[in-house]
C-alpha cells in the first residue's frame, strides 16, 4: 500500500515536470514566432524602402525626358519598360489645362467657378455665396460680396487673421474659406481640377470637355465635339494623332458661343500655356510612384515651380 502511494506521488511529479517542459516549449516557440515575424515584418519593410527608392528613380527617368523643350508630348521614348521589375511612363501636359482659382475670383470670370461648383452638386445659391467668400479672401476691402465674409465674420468666428485679403498663394489656403466645405463635401478630389501656376486662361489643347462647357458657358456635347476632334481617332490626349487647336477663334466657332459673351469668353481661353505639367510615374514590381513637376519655360530653359511625389495606392 505504502509503495502504491510513493507510485502515485512520483507520477504526479512526472506529469507536473511534463506539463512545465511542455509550456516552456510553448513560450519558446511563441518567442520565436514573435522574433519570425518583426524580422518579416523589418525585411518586407526594408524591402519596401528600397523598392520605393527605386519607383522614384524610374519616375525621375521620365521626368529628365518630358523636361527637354524639345521633346515631342506623344514620343515613345516618354513610356519604357527597363526590365520585368522596372518601369516609367511620362506624360507632358500643361498648367493650363486646369481652372485658375485666382483668375476666375475676377468678376468678369466668376460665372465659370459657380457653374463648376453647381455641377459638382451645389445649389445654385450655395455655388454664388461660396465664391462670395473665395472673392472676399482674395480682394482688398472689408466690405462682404453678396453673402461673403469679410473680416467682422471671422473675428466672430476667433479667427482674426482672415481674410488674408490676398490671392491664393496655395490650393490649401481655399479650405479656410467660410462655405468651402460645400466643396469639399461634393468633390472631394477638388484639387484635381485647380491650379495657380498658370498664366490664367484655359487652354484648349489641354483642357477635359467639362472644364471647357464651364469656362465657354455652351452646351457640354459642343465641348465633347471638339475634345473629339482634338485628342484623335485614339481618344488619348498627347498621342501622335492628336489634331492640335490653331487658334481660339476656331474653337469658339465649333463651340457655337453665343456672340453676346464672345469676347468674355474668349479672354478665358488660351491654345498654349508657357507652364507645363509633368507627370511621371515610376514602377518597381507592383509599387508604383507617381512625381509631378511644374516647369516654366522661357526658349530653352526651364524654371521648377512646384515639385510633389506620391506613392500611388
Not at 167 to 192: C, M
Amino acid at each position: 500500500m505504502r509503495l502504491s502511494r510513493l507510485q502515485t506521488i512520483e507520477k504526479k511529479c512526472r506529469a507536473a515536470a511534463l506539463m512545465t517542459v511542455l509550456w516552456v516549449v510553448a513560450l519558446l516557440s511563441i518567442a520565436v514566432f514573435t522574433a519570425a515575424q518583426f524580422l518579416f515584418v523589418e525585411l518586407e519593410a526594408a524591402g519596401n524602402s528600397s523598392g520605393i527608392f527605386i519607383a522614384e528613380q524610374m519616375a525621375d527617368r521620365g521626368i529628365a525626358l518630358a523636361s527637354h523643350p524639345g521633346m515631342p508630348p506623344g514620343d515613345l521614348s516618354l513610356s519604357r519598360s527597363i526590365s520585368a521589375m522596372e518601369s516609367y511612363s511620362a506624360r507632358i501636359g500643361s498648367e493650363g489645362g486646369y481652372l485658375n482659382l485666382n483668375f476666375l475670383l475676377d468678376p468678369e470670370h466668376r460665372i465659370v467657378l459657380e457653374e463648376v461648383f453647381y455641377q459638382w452638386g451645389l445649389r445654385s445659391d450655395e455655388a454664388i455665396n461660396v465664391v462670395d467668400a473665395l472673392t472676399d479672401w482674395v480682394d482688398p476691402d472689408d466690405e462682404p460680396t453678396g453673402i461673403g465674409a469679410e473680416n467682422r465674420f471671422y473675428l466672430s468666428q476667433e479667427r482674426i487673421n482672415h481674410p488674408y485679403n490676398r490671392e491664393f498663394s496655395s490650393l490649401e489656403e481655399a479650405p479656410l474659406v467660410e462655405g468651402f466645405a460645400l466643396v469639399q463635401n461634393a468633390k472631394p478630389d477638388w484639387r484635381n481640377y485647380f491650379t495657380l501656376l498658370s498664366q490664367g486662361e484655359l487652354d484648349l489643347n489641354e483642357a477635359d470637355p467639362d472644364m471647357i462647357a464651364a469656362t465657354c458657358q455652351c452646351p457640354l456635347q459642343y465641348a465633347q465635339q471638339l475634345v473629339s476632334t482634338r485628342n484623335g481617332p485614339d481618344g488619348i490626349l498627347g498621342s501622335d494623332d492628336d489634331t492640335k487647336i490653331e487658334s481660339v477663334e476656331d474653337a469658339l466657332n465649333i463651340l457655337q458661343v453665343n456672340e453676346g459673351i464672345r469676347d468674355i469668353v474668349e479672354s478665358r481661353l488660351s491654345i498654349e500655356d508657357p507652364v507645363k505639367r509633368l507627370i511621371s510615374i515610376g514602377r518597381f514590381g507592383s509599387i508604383e510612384v507617381e512625381r509631378t513637376v511644374s516647369v516654366q519655360y522661357n526658349g530653352d530653359r526651364g524654371e521648377i515651380l512646384q515639385w510633389s511625389t506620391r506613392r500611388i495606392q
